[in-house]
């Protein structure tokens, strides 16, 4: 299971909404073993398409960096779908090289992508390892204050 504080869901979403019509993509760091995604990171979309995102070598490099400084590790890896529905593509799978990560796709199909939008928005989260894709639930909590470190543990 996922569990995300409730300024982090709202920072994907909105950096989601904006980047519309291209997809979105960014990570979530923590403290490394804490499996808290406590620091937002949105990064550009290299490819600046509404098919497909792309990390630029140089900014991969720069966050990969600044989690090694900061004895971080990515708990979230994310990016918009922006015609199709949040379930990973071949590409999405083939890509995915962080197995402990958390891979969500938000959809921005249907009017999601606007900022007035209130209806249900398509927010889910994934384990791809080696291939298998695997859906897991996603807790939105206020604070990870609200959560004990043993169920974060296992974010």
């Not at 760091?29 to 509404?50: H, L």
Request: glycine share 6%; with cysteine.
């Amino acid at each position: 299971m996922l569990i995300i504080d409730q300024a982090t869901y709202d920072a994907i979403l909105a950096h989601a909404r904006r980047d519309h019509p291209d997809e979105a993509c960014g990570v979530v760091t923590g403290p490394e073993g804490s499996g808290r995604a406590e620091r937002f990171i949105p990064v550009p979309n290299a490819a600046m398409s509404p098919t497909y995102y792309e990390f630029s070598s140089e900014d991969l490099l720069q966050v990969h960096k600044d989690l090694w400084d900061r004895d971080e590790e990515i708990v979230v890896t994310y990016h918009s779908h922006t015609a199709t529905e949040a379930y990973p593509s071949r590409t999405d799978i083939a890509r995915a090289e962080e197995p402990n990560s958390h891979y969500v796709i938000v959809s921005t199909r249907d009017g999601a992508e606007q900022q007035s939008y209130d209806g249900p928005v398509e927010f889910r989260s994934y384990r791809i390892v080696d291939g298998v894709v695997t859906e897991e639930d996603v807790k939105i909590v206020a604070a990870y204050a609200e959560v004990p470190s043993s169920e974060l543990g296992d974010n």
